[in-house]
């Protein structure tokens, strides 16, 4: 079967750095995304990776190893408007979303 | 920017009545999509469409239908909603951009069924 895991929360304090592990057994892959979702609102896309290796974008950065079936989430600098839950979708060989049930991320002062 | 918009962000209907979720997408996208969302779950994928009168079973399309008449417009219909379909239901649209297909979301309609 098909299955996408990831913590189901994690806590960091304001300021610091938090990564996000996504792993992933599907049919087939083309592409991992990572969306952001805050509480009550719809989930807004944030990164998607198809090669191996980090993708930098402003305090955030995704990493994907295709061998190990494996990526990451990195969030620096983290605000408090980064309190979220963070999924991790994978592209299957018939071009669908495979969705894992998200991180709740939790930031305090 | 993409804009999804969904018909209501809150919905309370009694068990039996016939639900209609609509969903409307601004960027001429040929894909749409219908999840619903429940705690400690992934989005579940309940249908799809690659195009006006065409849809496609996702992975729990029981209980559920779907019309789309016209391109942008995307409709989900409980025929008779039963207590277990008490969900966030989110409607989503994309665009074939190589193999990105990056989905985009609508504000949810949170559904209570009593």
């Known amino acids: 079967g098909q299955n996408i895991d990831q913590p189901t929360e994690m806590t960091a304090t304001e300021g610091a750095i938090v990564q996000i592990n996504c792993t992933y057994q599907?049919?087939?892959?083309?592409?991992l995304f990572w969306y952001q979702q805050h509480a009550g609102e719809a989930p807004t896309f944030l990164s998607y990776n198809v090669l191996d290796g980090l993708e930098e974008k402003g305090r955030f950065s995704s990493f994907l190893s295709r061998s190990k079936g494996y990526s990451y989430l990195l969030l620096k600098e983290l605000q408090m408007k980064d309190s979220a839950s963070y999924l991790c979708?994978?592209?299957?060989?018939?071009?669908?979303?495979?969705w894992g049930a998200g991180t709740k991320l939790i930031i305090k002062p | 920017d993409v804009k999804v918009t969904q018909s209501s962000r809150y919905l309370v209907k009694r068990t039996g009545e016939k639900v209609f979720l609509e969903c409307v997408q601004d960027m001429d996208h040929e894909n749409m999509f219908w999840y619903r969302q429940d705690p400690g779950l992934g989005l579940r994928l309940i249908y799809f469409?690659?195009?006006?009168?065409?849809?496609e079973k996702g992975d729990i399309p029981e209980g559920y239908s779907v019309s789309r008449e016209k391109k942008e417009r995307f409709s989900l219909i409980l025929e008779s909603a039963s207590t277990n379909q008490t969900s966030m239901y989110l409607c989503a649209s994309s665009a074939r951009e190589g193999q990105t297909d990056t989905q985009y979301f609508g504000p949810g309609t949170r559904l209570t069924v009593l």
């Open positions: 979708a994978v592209m299957d060989s018939n071009y669908q979303l495979i």
């Open positions: 469409s690659y195009d006006v009168k065409m849809k």
């Open positions: 599907t049919s087939g892959f083309n592409g």
